[in-house]
């Protein structure tokens, strides 16, 4: 078993970023043209879910946070539209390093040659610290993220773009899901990955509770393949088990792999069988009442229209 108290890393401020503040949409930017029946349909159901008070849960992969759409997820949280927000591990790194240096997103191709790939001090050093600091005082993993970066401003200037900062204040629900070896502070010396499964584990309960009260509300889930659908998944189970209903509910999944006929039935055969989201989110879900969707295309295309769909209609 190798020792990571060996790995070497070297400051963020040292590292070529590729994603930076500027790159960030805002609500009041124009908004891409888009047509599709499916999105309306969706932003529909959200909108009449949130008027009769039943949630709308949010998970998304990181490419969410990469692809500059903060500023409209911040802007929801702040307006009650969505009532929980969750994503994989990286989410949260993006979402982190954003807050600290303003930028994000590095080149991998070439730090994945020297081995310096996720190595940047910073970012393993603070995160890894805030989860442990969580963990001990019984914070789930996105809880402990929100509340370090709100107890030090100082280390944080741009902690207004930060969705688990803001949710943290909002007090709205925010989960991270965390797959271990999977993202790049697992690879500091300082990752204690007791902490990362406690505080992951207790997210996952927290989900388990609003997936539990999901009946006539909604779930989308925003380019996530394998984490959004499987922790989907088993959350429904759960709740079902425990004897909650939830049977009428809307799923939705926004990727840009196209689906043809996403709710005919596909063998094993057919490579859209091993697409997690079809069968997980879509359709299996859905089966005692509910309706599934997919929306194929970029999310600085499709997340805008649907944010503005939305806000018009609920202010």
């Known amino acids: ?106 080149d991998v191709a070439t730090g994945i040659e020297d081995g310096t790939f996720g190595m940047a001090e910073e970012t393993g050093a603070l995160m890894n610290r805030a989860i442990r600091e969580g963990a001990r005082d019984g914070l789930g993993y996105g809880a402990a993220i929100g509340r370090f970066i709100n107890d030090n401003p ?5 902690r207004e773009v930060s969705v688990l900062y803001n949710a943290y204040t909002l007090g709205v629900p925010a989960t991270i899901h965390v797959t271990i070896g999977t993202d790049i502070i697992h690879q500091h010396p300082t990752a204690d990955f007791g902490a990362i499964g406690v505080a992951s584990g207790l997210d996952f309960r927290l989900f388990v509770g609003s997936v ?44 840009l792999r196209p689906l043809v006929d996403y709710h005919k039935p596909v063998s094993a055969e057919e490579p859209d069988y091993y697409y997690r989201p079809r069968k997980n989110i879509i359709n299996r879900p859905t089966s005692l009442g509910g309706q599934g969707y997919h929306v194929t295309g970029d999310h600085r295309v499709t997340i805008p229209n649907f944010y503005h769909r939305v806000v018009e209609e609920l202010g």
């Open 212 to 255: 539990s009260k999901l009946e006539g509300g909604v779930f989308l889930n925003f380019g996530s393949a394998v984490t959004g659908p499987e922790v989907f998944l088993k959350a429904l189970t759960i709740a079902r088990n425990l004897g909650y209903k939830v049977a009428h509910i809307t799923t939705a999944n926004f990727d």
């Open 154 to 158: 100082n280390l944080f200037p741009h």
């Open 1 to 106: 078993m190798l020792d990571f108290s060996q790995v070497h890393t070297y400051p963020l401020a040292e590292r070529r970023n590729l994603v930076h503040l500027a790159d960030l949409i805002a609500p009041e930017d124009p908004v891409p043209s888009y047509d599709s029946p499916e999105l309306e349909q969706i932003a529909a159901r959200v909108i009449a879910a949130r008027r009769a008070g039943s949630p709308v849960i949010w998970m998304m992969g990181a490419h969410v946070i990469k692809s500059g759409l903060s500023l409209l997820l911040i802007d929801m949280l702040r307006r009650g539209i969505i009532t929980h927000i969750a994503g994989n591990g990286a989410t949260s790194i993006h979402d982190f390093e954003l807050a600290l240096i303003g930028a994000t997103s590095e």
